[in-house]
């Protein structure tokens, strides 16, 4: 077995050919190499049995022996191959004769690493921090990435966006096609102009106005999409973030109940660029509390959370285009197919000048990247739980974020689809992107670079390489560190951490940095004018995809259409002889049957209308609370379903009305109208309102479990206060507790054109006692109606404010 020289940097090594060496920018791995463009775990020289041969890992950009990208490739004396570059890449020549200058590696060296290498990067030994990589913005709020410089004249307007007119184009469909200008001022000022961007201009982290300006100075930052810019000299810097970007918590404190409870204890911890971290802990240990504090869902009490050395809450409105979240629920569809579903959410989260073919070629790059493209075509309800999970990250990726956190991904799967799921997280890791796993599945920790272990009370219990985590507790297994944790919830486990050598080799130093006081004139989300879409565009597509959601649930259509069709002719079982209009009695009008017809036609369109919307809401909160975190307009997403809905409810209302109405006699005349128009018209009327009540009551929710009690309550009680059952007017509290009641207006709407009261007035004079508002008269007609509408309205608001309380935490302003 023939010893093989690799030389590197100016140095050499002898090889073994017993064992495997590890190329890339892990400390842990044989050689490291701090370039952006070699992956985490990039590649392997080991020898085959027949010679010596170097294995690419499926890195980002690639292993070039010759020139050539290869996947494994056998490498002897004069072979030279580059790393993440063809041309320029991380040099690795190879000879078979020791140099002068090479090192001659002891027996720890031959164990693996080169003696060169500071001891802390061998491995076995951790290295004493997270790494941070380092750029020429560190310290100064830096961004990660490649750089470009671009030369400012004075008196030159530089416009930057995604069309090749722009003299600074940024190939990102973040970015609008003309986003922003330069102004290079005469004396010397410099200055940004936003162009009425979609998704915003930021300078510092707070955006512009739509079409607004500000002058920059040199310690400014200007953010455009995944680019950020900053000006040296007379040149603008552009650094554009591909992922090589640090990521870390500190001190992270939450507390609720005015402070009394404290849920997440002093939190700190730094994540290696492109790597995968797993979260474990028993129940109650804060993990979710701790993803939402790291997304910036729902900020810390006390604590930072820095995006590349840039606070995370602060800047949330730039950055949190750049950080996906696939939270344990579904965030799309499942009634849809994976393309069609992928197309919808592309136009919600892309600019609206972005066009079709570019959204479309987007998504199909994200379907095959995640191995997708041949079940595109098939609903997400008929996937493998592991696929479905695909999906949703495939939804997440399209925007290409540099950090994804995925909330309980595995939950439910078996252990065959858990390591398929791990695996694919694996390798977007690998491929360049920083992956955060909150999971209680512990099988494949294996694959984690970092775990992280939450104990009771919401602290850390140990943060490091997973196969020294079992040592470091000193158990042989997971259940054994959980029945522990379980066993004795009053041990200071954090206090144990803290005082290990494991601390100080991994948390000690960031967790020495007390965390920056935010600027006083921050807000934490700032303004956020522009949307990726205009208002009316969300609107449209949420339209579109919500009928499309519809028409794919045939269960839904069939109910839809049978509730009115049945409701319609349980009150054709009332004689037909009994009509509407004004039936000839030995005292003149009456029928005291009418109201009853009316009272079944009423409470009937109340219950459809309410039973068509009391889910909608609940079901999607998980979707709607994702969403609104990347740009989603609330009253968008409203009018949205009160279109849709109101389309379904009218058309319910007509078939209502029809069935129920033309079997009978009707009245002489209408209010304003044909009478028969008039009462399909307050019908209508009330299903609408009736359906923004069971949006209220969808928003107000917990459950969904807790819709149908809820639904059947307000029917009973809109049943009682209609004054068919019993007199309601005059009394006092009762009448004003039945103004509250759609189901009184709509009655009283109906009962104004059926001549209700002279159909329902006692034999007896001393007796009769008309209802006000069932007048046969055209104020009082209008009256009815404008009511039903003005508690639609009530019920619209109340919607919008409840929605408020599902959104991220940082968002509800």
Known sequence: MPELVLELNGQT???DPTRAYQLGRDPQGDFVLQDARVSWRHATVRWSGQSWVVEDHGSTNGTYVQGQRVQQAAVGPGAVVHLGNATDGPRLGF?????????????????????????????????????????????????????????????QVTRIGRALENELVVSDLQVSRFHA?????????????????HNGTYVNGQQLEKNGRRYLGHSDTLGIGHSTFRLVGNQLQEFVDTGEVSFSARHLTVQVNNGQTTILNDVSFGVPEKSLIGVIGPSGSGKSTLLRALTGY????????????????????????????????????????????????????????????????????????????????????????????????ALELLTKPS????????????????????????????????????????????????????????????FGPPD????????????????????????????????????????????????????????????????????????????????????????????????????????????????????????????????????????GMCFAGSANAVRELIKERTIYERERAVGLSRSAYLMSKVFVLGIVTVLQALILGLIGFMPREMP????????????????????????????????????SEMTMPLLVMISVVQLVFTGALFKVHGSLGVEQIAWLMPSRWALAGTGSTAYLNELTKSPNPEEYDPDPIWKHEAGYWLLDVSMLIVIGVICGYLVMKFLRRHEPEVMRN
């Open 668 to 703: 002489p005349e209408g209010v304003i109208f044909s009478p028969m128009a008039e009462m399909i018209f307050v019908l209508m009327v009330l299903g609408c309102t009736s359906m923004m009540i069971g949006l209220v009551i969808s928003a107000l929710v917990r459950t």
């Open 403 to 462: 950090l994804i956190f995925l909330d309980e991904p595995t939950s439910g799967l078996d252990p065959g689809m858990d390591r398929d799921v791990m695996q694919l997280l694996r390798g977007l890791a690998d491929d360049g992107r920083t992956v955060l796993v909150v999971t209680h599945s512990v099988a494949e920790l294996a694959l984690c670079d970092r775990v992280l272990v939450m104990a009771p009370g919401g602290g850390v219990s140990y």
């Open 13 to 15: 090594w002898t090889l």
């Open 181 to 197: 200008e330069f102004h290079a001022h005469p004396d010397g000022r410099f200055e940004i102009h936003d162009l009425g961007s």
């Open 95 to 155: 000879s078979g004769t020791p140099s002068i200058a090479q090192h001659q590696a002891p027996a720890a060296a031959m164990a693996g690493q080169p003696p060169a290498m500071p001891p802390q990067q061998q491995p076995g030994f951790p290295p004493q921090q997270p790494q941070q990589p380092q750029h020429a913005w560190d310290g100064a709020g830096g961004i990660g990435g490649a750089t470009s410089l671009y030369q400012l004249a004075v008196g």
């Open 468 to 603: 020294e985590a079992l040592g470091f507790f000193g158990y042989d297994n997971w259940a054994d560190v959980f029945s522990a944790f379980e066993n004795y919830r009053d041990f200071d486990w954090m206090g144990r951490w803290r005082g290990s050598q494991h601390y100080q080799m991994y948390a000690a130093d960031l967790d020495a940095v007390q965390p920056q006081a935010a600027p006083q004139h921050f807000q934490p989300m700032g303004v956020i004018h522009q949307k990726a879409q205009t208002w009316g565009s969300q609107v449209w597509t949420l339209m579109r995809r919500y009928a499309a959601v519809i028409v794919a649930d045939k269960g839904f259509l069939g109910l839809t259409l049978a509730l009115p069709i049945v409701l319609g002719l349980v009150s054709t079982f009332i004689p037909a002889d009994h009509g509407l209009g004004p039936g000839e009695a030995e005292n003149g009008f009456r029928n005291g049957d009418a109201s009853i017809i009316l009272l079944i036609l009423v409470v």
């Open 298 to 393: 729902r900020p810390a009490t006390y604590g930072e959370v820095l995006y590349d050395h840039r606070n995370l809450y602060t800047h949330f409105a730039e950055l949190r285009h750049r950080i996906g979240l696939v939270p344990q629920d579904d965030i799309l569809h499942t009634a849809l197919p994976i393309r069609q579903a992928l197309r919808l959410a592309a136009q919600l989260r892309f600019p609206g000048d972005v066009a079709e073919s570019e959204r479309n070629a987007r998504v199909e790059e994200v379907l095959a990247e995640l191995k997708l493209s041949p079940h595109a075509a098939k609903r997400i309800s008929s996937l493998s739980g592991g696929q479905r999970k695909r999906v949703s990250v």
